[in-house]
Nanobody, 126 residues
Framework: QVQLVESGGGLVQAGGSLRLSCAAS????????MGWFRQAPGNEREFVAA????????YYSDSVKGRFTISRDNTKNTMYLQMNSLKPEDTAVYYC???????????????????WGQGTQVTVSS
């Protein structure tokens, strides 16, 4: 059974930092693109960041560019999201996702991802 499990969420003050992890099990995603999405109450799920299978290419939404960094460790089948200079508008449930097919280019479209985690809450207080 394939699972993606996020961890590292929590409550932090504005300006603070958090590091999210996404651990995969059940299969390897070392040749698959992966990404992070988030959903705030009353809002649709939105793209945050994506990374190629090798980690050599990364993509960010304009709202997090320069503050968040996506990375991965294929030896651990794990992806990360380092979030710095957090703002109250970053408050959301954060989801990790993986593309099932190998070698595909990372995408901002959530319907291109085949596997999803259960989400981890990030709350930024002002």
């Amino acid at each position: 059974q394939v699972q993606l499990v996020e961890s590292g969420g929590g409550l932090v003050q504005a300006g603070g930092s958090l590091r999210l992890s996404c651990a995969a099990s059940g299969r390897t995603f070392s040749r698959s693109a992966m990404g992070w999405f988030r959903q705030a109450p009353g809002n649709e799920r939105e793209f945050v960041a994506a990374i190629s299978w090798s980690g050599g290419s990364t993509y960010y939404s304009d709202s997090v560019k320069g503050r968040f960094t996506i990375s991965r460790d294929n030896t651990k089948n794990t992806m990360y999201l380092q979030m710095n200079s957090l703002k109250p508008e970053d408050t959301a449930v954060y989801y990790c996702a993986a593309v099932g097919s190998r070698w595909r280019v990372p995408t901002r479209l959530d319907n291109e991802y085949d596997y999803w985690g259960q989400g981890t809450q990030v709350t930024v207080s002002s």
